[in-house]
């Protein structure tokens, strides 16, 4: 089959159905939860404002915008290289600069539900993963691996999802032998959650502080946070679109993350 013919193939499927679109995009708005950072470092991301110029009145009286003022990283969105200090050197690590073609790619879903509602700390091991490739097959070169949680589910209250106690957030994530093996030995084109960022709740207490963040970036990979509707896709099979907004000199953005999956 050519790639032309693969095209066409896959044109028919999203006109007649057979392939299905899933929104893996939370909505972006006032309410979006945000990440909270301890009171002694730099201020939070601002709440999302969404300011109306004008809507079919006096000021225009034809049509209706707004503007906004929100975080790169608020809401469903991309962690680029440049949102770390081990990824600050890499001349395509800003979402400007980031190749295209990694825009659009195939994705590995973990299923982690059960242990994450079981545990809201629960972490996911190599052991689990490489279970995982055992029934589900070997992730490959260039692929995304998504964490299913279901801790979408809480999105709409910022307090479940942070889910913070006086001892921190508790939030199911990966351990750093993870990431390290996603990249050094599967080449993954990246690691995306469910929570509100790509590191457990408690990531900032490891070894390697917040180490989904350490080691995707410094191997110049890509995270992805606050996915939604995973439950949706199958374990192997979904194509992730994730684009980030093309901000100059941008270290992430929100994104509208969409899966193409079988429809049956
Ligand atoms: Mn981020």
Known sequence: MTATDTLAAMALGL???SIRVVDCSAPLGPDTPLLKLPPELADDTPKIEIHEISRYGDRGPFWAWNWLKLGE???THYDAPHHWITGKDYP???VDTVNPQFFVAPANVIDCSREAAEDPDFLLTVEHVKAWEAEHGAIKEGEWVLMRTDWDQYNTDEA??????????HTPGPTAEVIQYLMDEKKALGWGSQ???TDAGAAGG??????AHNLLHKANRYGLASLTNLRELPAKGAILIAAPLKIVNGTGSPIRALALVPAT
């Open 195 to 197: 929570c509100i960022g």
């Open 92 to 94: 395509d690590g800003s």
């Open 73 to 75: 990283h608020s809401g």
């Open 160 to 169: 479940k999802f942070l889910n913070a106690d006086e001892t921190g957030p």
């Open 206 to 211: 490891f070894a390697i502080p917040f180490p």
């Open 15 to 17: 006109l007649d159905g």
